[in-house]
Nanobody
Framework: QVQLVESGGGWVQPGGSLTLSCAAS????????MKWYRQAPGKERELVAS???GGTANSVPRFFISRDNARNSAYLLMNSLKSEDTAKYYC?????????WGQGTQVTVSS
């Protein structure tokens, strides 16, 4: 059974940083592209970062994605956080037609 478990969310002041983690199990982690999405209330889910099986990373400004294949984990470092970054953040594991989601972790940026 595939499981993706996000952690590391919480409350942070504007300008702060936060690192989210996604622990994967039940799949061959090295075969999956890992992605981070976010969804704010009333908005559609949007892609914020992805990292290929070979480690090629792409992300929106201020965010950095990484993966540790030995730990079956992906990470999202978020810097200089703004109130508009407030959302629920989800990780996904994707390969071909297979796509798995975690339950998400809430990030709230507020003073």
């Amino acid at each position: 059974q595939v499981q993706l478990v996000e952690s590391g969310g919480g409350w942070v002041q504007p300008g702060g940083s936060l690192t989210l983690s996604c622990a994967a199990s039940g799949l061959t982690f090295t075969s999956y592209v890992m992605k981070w999405y976010r969804q704010a209330p009333g908005k559609e889910r949007e892609l914020v970062a992805s990292i290929s099986t070979g480690g090629t990373a792409n992300s929106v400004p201020r965010f950095f994605i990484s993966r540790d294949n030995a730990r079956n984990s992906a990470y999202l470092l978020m810097n200089s956080l703004k109130s508009e970054d407030t959302a629920k953040y989800y990780c996904s594991a994707e390969t071909g037609i297979l796509k798995y989601w975690g339950q998400g972790t809430q990030v709230t940026v507020s003073s």
